[in-house]
């Protein structure tokens, strides 16, 4: 691509104890486009993406978004750059409500002196534009909106984690596994949501195990093996097959994508 | 446009509505509880109005004045200021053993600094405040950054600031005519005054106003909702981007501010100034109301409004008791058995999602 990548990782290393989760892994995004990053459990998927948003501290390599390299303490300053993350455990507050979580960390205050001075939330405002995001996504069962987030499904929450990320991803937005407890027709707005974001011009990062749906709207594939990005390829060159036969280590892969 | 697979396409004519369902079917119990589930201090206030309304009609009128009732709510008055201190501690599924005597060692330096040393009294209640806010970032320090579990840390400092104060006050008094005499401002919080029988004092005036403001800051504010959160999951709380260390630093701070405070209330109450009040339980009856209150100890669950009316409903029983002419080893008994009462609601409440 003649273009430069918007956010890149060289060399990550990340250890646990003993386990070592990534393994000099590199990482590549290009402005605008759908990067799914595929790989068995226990990759290291998660723990990449958990690197670059600030969750946690990798032991080496640097990266760097526009070019400034980035070494975000927490994932309040990955936020604030734009990158947004949906984890996969979906990081909510089981007793707080759905506009709270939706908002924790940016909450909108009150205008005026209620909000200036006393520092009161706006509840209504956060509500109704809770209330639409999830109504974007086609998330229509949710019935109450001050519900706490432990009385929602499972798929229920995992919508509620999609849009707070859709709603305030303003450079990347990560999505660690958004469809794993969906239903099919949430899942189907997930994937039109995916496409709805790249629209608007922002890069995404999808990991799935549903190569399906990652064939369907990546632009690029990034397999990931044993901690390290093994290659990428164009899921328009090689059917599903082939990037379950990489992603194994059945089959090795081609010379031209090992590079990338 | 995304190409959707066969199965997918009858999608479009999806409902659009937002769910709705006729409430019926659900039994009582469920809906009870999660009535609960969205409403924790109701479970307390149920259990003061029907312990009210127990004594009420063992004793008869006698307890039913506002006299009486006044002087249950005087009774309380410290109790009930340490409890909102330690609940907004036990939100953040912490605990600190450490607040009694943080009260008393503050109000020990308050006492010192005005009458000992001649300061004057604003600048006397200033330090005392300062102490107990130091103490409370000692904690705060210790279990956010050093990440020390809050029970060993609070257990550490609970008996440090306990030998601390025996040390810097060699266990003197300081009498309540020394104190009338140089710092009467120091007793500002035993100010009382009637509204017809009823005898109200600034303290359990503060009390209440301390806890309607707390109510307010942890539910209509954005550090509020992070209290719950920090309480609630940790780590998830860091994901969505909150700094919890921050929040729990502030956290155990305040609740050392707060016990300063319900210091000087203390001074009004008592009169005088005894180092040995160190090793009154004040912070078990804290605990005790906060658990009553439904305040979760697993974190991030329930109402500070439930303190206030936990520490009501110990004043309530012990004075019942007391007029009954019981002997007061029911009144532990019973504060034993609400306890118990009040997890095991807790954890009801909470299978609401299971
Ligand atoms: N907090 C942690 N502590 C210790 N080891 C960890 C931790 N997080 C991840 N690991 C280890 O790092 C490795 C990579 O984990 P990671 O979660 O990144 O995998 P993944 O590719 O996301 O897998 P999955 O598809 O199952 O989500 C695993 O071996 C795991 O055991
Ligand atoms: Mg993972």
């Given at each position: ?34 990067l ?6 226990g ?12 969750a946690v ?85 949710i ?13 229920q ?15 990347v937005?990560?999505l ?22 790249k629209?608007?011009?922002?890069p995404i ?11 369907e ?28 036969a ?15 | ?12 004519d999806s409902?659009t ?12 119990l469920?809906r009870?509880q999660?009535f ?28 039913f ?42 109000a ?11 300061l ?5 209640v ?33 008996n440090?600031?306990?030998?601390t ?16 005499a ?27 106003v ?5 109510w307010?800051?942890?539910?209509h ?24 260390k ?53 974190g ?45 609601i ?9």
């Amino acid at each position: 691509m003649a273009t430069q990548p918007l956010l890149t990782a060289r060399g990550l290393v990340k250890r646990y104890g003993r386990v070592t989760a990534l393994n000099q892994a590199d990482f590549d995004l290009y402005p605008g486009e759908i990067l799914a990053v595929i790989g068995d459990n226990g990759a290291g998927k998660s723990s990449l993406i958990k690197a670059i948003s600030g969750a946690v501290n990798p032991d080496e390599g640097e990266i760097r978004l526009e070019g400034k390299q980035i070494a975000f303490k927490s994932p309040m300053e990955a936020r604030d750059a734009g990158i947004e993350t949906v984890y996969q455990n979906l990081a909510l507050s089981p007793a707080l409500s759905i506009a709270d979580n939706m908002f924790l960390g940016r909450e909108i205050r009150k205008q005026g002196f209620m909000g200036q001075w006393l520092r009161m939330l706006d509840r209504p405002a956060m509500e109704k534009r809770a209330r639409d995001k999830l109504t974007e996504l086609g998330l229509m069962t949710i019935q109450n909106i001050g519900q706490a987030v432990e009385t929602l499904s499972g798929g229920q929450r995992q919508g509620v984690a999609v849009a707070r990320a859709a709603a305030f991803g303003s450079k990347v937005i990560i999505l660690d596994e958004p469809t794993a407890a969906l239903g099919v027709k949430e899942s189907r707005r997930v994937l039109e949501l995916i496409l709805d974001v790249k629209r608007r011009g922002i890069p995404i990062v999808l990991i799935s195990h549903n190569m399906p749906h990652v064939f369907e709207v990546a632009d690029r594939i990034h397999i990931h093996r044993l901690g390290r990005r093994l290659c990428v390829i164009n899921p328009k060159d090689y059917t599903m097959s082939d990037a379950v036969a990489f992603m194994t280590g059945a089959k090795a892969p081609p010379e031209e994508a090992l590079a990338a | 446009m995304a190409q959707a697979q066969e199965f997918e396409k009858v999608l479009s004519d999806s409902d659009t509505n937002v769910a709705a369902f006729e409430d019926h079917g659900v039994s009582v119990l469920k809906r009870i509880q999660h009535f609960l589930h969205s409403t924790p201090a109701a479970v307390p206030l149920i259990v003061l109005i029907l312990s009210i309304a127990i004594f009420g009609i063992a004793i008869g009128g006698r307890f039913f004045s506002s006299y009486t009732l006044t002087l249950i709510l005087q009774q309380i008055a410290i109790v009930g200021i340490l409890g909102a201190a330690q609940t907004l501690v036990i939100l953040t599924a912490g605990i600190d053993l450490s607040i009694g005597v943080i009260m008393v060692f503050s109000a020990v330096v308050m006492g010192n600094c005005a009458v000992t040393y001649g300061l004057p009294t604003p600048i006397a209640v200033a330090i005392g405040l300062g102490v107990g806010t130091l103490c409370g970032l000692l904690n705060g320090a210790l279990v956010a950054y050093m990440k020390l579990p809050p029970f060993i840390v609070t257990l550490g400092t609970w008996n440090i600031v306990m030998a601390t104060n025996f040390i810097y006050s060699a266990n003197q008094t300081i009498r309540d005519a020394d104190v009338a005499a140089q710092a009467p401002l120091l007793h500002l919080f035993g100010v009382n005054f009637k509204v017809g029988t009823a005898v109200l004092t600034l303290g359990v005036i503060a009390m209440v106003v301390l806890v309607l403001v707390l109510w307010y800051v942890l539910n209509h504010t954005a550090w509020g909702r992070h209290v719950y959160a920090v309480g609630d999951d940790p780590e998830a709380a860091k994901l969505s981007g909150i700094q919890t260390k921050k929040v729990l630093m502030a956290v155990y701070a305040l609740a050392g501010l707060i016990a300063a405070f319900a210091a000087w209330v203390s001074i009004g109450r008592n009169g005088s100034i005894s180092p040995s009040a160190a090793v009154t339980d004040y912070n078990l009856q804290a605990i005790t109301a906060t658990v009553i209150g439904g305040i979760s100890l697993f974190g991030g669950r329930g109402s500070i409004l439930g303190t206030l009316f936990g520490a009501m409903i110990v004043g309530v029983v012990s004075m019942g008791l007391n007029m009954l002419g019981a002997d007061p080893q029911w009144k532990v008994l019973l504060t034993g058995m609400l306890i118990i009462g009040a997890v095991g609601i807790d954890q009801w409440i909470r299978k609401v999602s299971g």
